[in-house]
């Protein structure tokens, strides 16, 4: 599975960002996704995670009604969508998928990287 990020820049806070991911390779319906982010001196986080059909979701806390993860499997696309986002989202995102129909949390649990893509919110 080839994974192509992209949609990243520089907003400021409390602006509005799309990621988008395109995979190729595999069939992308049997495929759960999530998308992580990784600031300078932090761990890899998960921040949204979507199963294979797009009928169930994962937020970490810190970007719940913030930041929505969505899916078109007609396009083989992943998207986050990311609302009111402020400095401490800065980071590198990253889309990642795993060759089952349910999703995780976990990076270690994720077979398929894309390349990344920095978001930079400045204050």
Known sequence: VQ???????????????RLSCAAS???????????????PGKERECVGAVNWSGGSTYYVDSVKGRFTISRDNAKNTVYLQ????????????Y?????RFGYSAYAHEYNYWGQGTLVTVSS
């Open 82 to 93: 990311m609302s009111s986002l402020k400095p401490e989202d800065t980071a590198v995102y």
């Open 3 to 17: 994974l192509q990020a992209s949609g990243g820049g520089l907003v400021q806070a409390g602006g509005s960002l």
């Open 95 to 99: 889309c990642a998928a795993r060759p």
């Open 25 to 39: 390779g595999r069939t992308f319906g049997s495929l759960a996704l999530g998308w992580f982010r990784q600031a």
